[in-house]
């Protein structure tokens, strides 16, 4: 037997199951297609609901959105700083070693580039 649902607001049978889920809608709280089409006043409120839920949701979106690009900024900014930090104590504790340790410490030219 195949399964038929009926609307009880407006009577209407449907007997393929995505007709019946485009009129009673994805939940037992959600209006029906006949009362949201026989109310042109529902039916504006619903779109306008929704205009304002989009809305909302972009907003939201657009904040998370700045906030990630200002934390990527930050981090890729201490890290600048940290990497010029550590090559400017570099440099300090070399100028501290005798002119000897320091030569030392420099990498010999290749003996090609002589
Ligand atoms: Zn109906």
């Given amino acids: 037997m195949r399964r ?4 009880f607001h407006c009577d209407e ?3 393929r199951e995505q007709d019946a889920a485009e009129h009673f809608g994805a939940d037992q709280g959600a209006l029906t297609a006949c009362q949201i089409k026989g109310h042109e006043h529902l039916l504006v409120q619903k779109i306008r609901e929704q205009e304002e839920l989009i809305r909302s949701y972009l907003h939201e979106d657009a904040t998370v959105l700045r906030a990630m690009a200002a934390m990527e900024s930050d981090h ?3 890290l600048r700083r940290a990497e010029e930090d550590g090559y400017n104590r570099g440099v300090c504790d070399m100028l501290t070693l005798p002119a000897t340790e320091r030569a030392a410490l420099t990498p010999e030219a ?3 580039a002589r």
């Avoid at 038929?4 to 609307?7: I, N």
Wanted: with cysteine; aromatic share 16%; proline share 8%.
């Fill in 4 to 7: 038929r649902w009926r609307c």
């Fill in 76 to 78: 890729a900014h201490a």
């Fill in 110 to 112: 290749p003996a090609d």
């Fill in 13 to 15: 049978v449907f007997t």
